[in-house]
Each structure stands twice: as structure tokens, then as C-alpha cells.
């Protein structure tokens, strides 16, 4: 072999290495962000990694979930986004309205798979059947059932009478959560007090649970909101304050009762539609799920440590109840 073949054939066997490994497809990263801190967010994470699962993607064998948490803080959201962004990945999750929304802000590119209460309503797609731009998920539709917490809560406090309920005005789908639960007041003869969650205004909110005499409350399905979960129930058990809450799940964790879409099962569903995109679906031709099925679950520890008697049959229609 003359010695200038020789040097050509060295020379094209150091290059093949190389150009295999950049020609080796990456690995699909997908997004996901939270406002509380990790392990607040009710399931959700959980629920996605395990739909990606059922779909054939393992993290770390052939998918990365990038994370980010802004441990309550919302102004950190849009830099927690922006960091998303700049690491290139495919898909966005993002749990709720708000978060989506400044997702939405960010980015009119990337696909994002979001899980909130009202998307159309809130005007972040066009329609359920056409969402029309980057956007697609589940629609949880939240405010259509708002007004039977303050039922399941008269229900199960006869005596009730003057109702708190935490909510963030900053979330447009509160309004009509608010609107709801102030229909359903007045049919039922309560006086009801919406309690901020805005940063300013968060510790009034919390001390007047323990200095206003309230007969009960009702926490309703903000993700922010979602981060104070365990403060509140620990508030409302030192003051045995009857609470119903808008999260599934939470009544393992001493929580009265909840009445809520399973966020767990709604991210294992929303992990479809991130397995149609890394396919190659665009989000716009995807429709909008809507969640039909709301599950009440009952504490039954709880309800005797407040002094409550749960009927036999409000405990025949609950599909979870703690012992």
C-alpha cells in the first residue's frame, strides 16, 4: 500500500467515529415546571413520568425530563422558562392557568402540553376540538363544578353559616370559580369571604383563618395555591375549621374532604399527547380532553377529631373514604 493511501485510509477511520456519534439521535427532552418546591405538586410529575412510561419512554434510557421549581415564588416563573428554552427541548408541561399563560408569553413556537381549568374560557386556545396554535392538553373545567364544594361542605357542616375560601385573583379562572361559589352562597344562605393568595397579601389572608370565626373553607384549584396545601391543613386542624379542598389525594394527608379531577391520572393522560408530539403531531391538531370524572373523598379520621358526623349518605357517594 503506497504510503499516501495509507495515510488517507488513517485518516477516514478517525472520522467515522466522530461523524457516528453526530449522526446518533438525541434524546427527547421534554419540560416540565412547577411553582412550589419538588414533591408539592400533587401527583403531577408522578403521573407524567408514569403515562411516558406506559408509552415505551424511560427517562434516562431514551427521555430527559428537564425540571424546574420556583419554590413559591411566581415572579421566578418567566427566567425558569426562559431556562427551559435555552435548553432546547422539545415539549413544555405546564400545570394551570398561569403557568401556562406565561408559557404562552414566552414562546409561540414550542408545543406545550398543559392541564388547566378552562382553556378556552381563559383564551389560551381557540377551541377544545381546534386549539389552533402551540397549545394542546386537558381541561379540567374546574369552575363548572366550584359551586359543589360549598354544598359538600353544608352537607357535612349543617350549622354552617360564614365560609372563607382561599383563591388567587391573579388567575383568570378564578373569576368564574368566584362566580359560582357566590351563586351557590346565596342559595344556600351563606356569607362567603374570598381570602387572597397574593404574595403581598398571603399572611393576612392565613392569620384572618385564625382570628375571623369562620364556620368552614373552601381551598380552591390554583397551582400556587397547591404549594400552601400543607400549611392549610394544618391551620385549619388548630382551628377546627371544616375544609373541603379543590386537590385529590390530599386527604391522606389529614385533609377533611376534597372534591377534585385525579391530577395523578390527568398527567398519566396528558403524557399521550407529549408522546404524539415527540412523534411528530403538531399541538394544533390535537384536541383538547376534557375531564369528566370529579371524585370526593372523605377523611373520616378528621371528621370525628372536628366533631362532624359524615351521613351514610354522603359516604355512599364518596369514592374514597379514610378510616
Known sequence: MRRRDFIALVSAAAVLPLRGRAEQPT????????VGRR?????????????????????????LIEERYADGSPDRVPALIAELLALRIDVLVTPGTTLTRAAQSATKTLPIVSVTGNPVGTGLVASLSHPGGNITGLSLLSGDYSAKWLELLKEIVPKLRRVAALSNPDNSLAAGQIDHLRTAAQVLGLQLTFLSVRPAELETSLAAMTTEHFDGLV?????????????????????????????????????????????????????GYVDRILKGTPPAELPIEQATEVALNINLKTAKELG????????????????
Open 219 to 271: 381551598v380552591t384549584d390554583d397551582p400556587f395555591i397547591a404549594t400552601l396545601v400543607p400549611k392549610v391543613i394544618a391551620l385549619a386542624a388548630d382551628r377546627r375549621l371544616p375544609a373541603v379542598y379543590a386537590f385529590s389525594g390530599i386527604v391522606q394527608e389529614g385533609a377533611l374532604m376534597s372534591y377534585s379531577s385525579n391530577f395523578f391520572a390527568m398527567y398519566r393522560r396528558a403524557a
Open 39 to 63: 414533591g408539592t405538586d400533587l401527583g403531577q410529575l408522578a403521573g407524567l413520568q408514569q403515562g411516558l412510561a406506559d408509552n415505551g419512554r424511560i427517562l434516562g434510557r431514551n427521555l
Open 27 to 34: 434524546m427527547p427532552r421534554v419540560g416540565y415546571i412547577w
Open 308 to 323: 362532624l358526623n359524615v351521613s351514610p349518605t354522603l359516604l355512599a357517594t364518596a369514592d374514597e373514604v379514610i378510616e
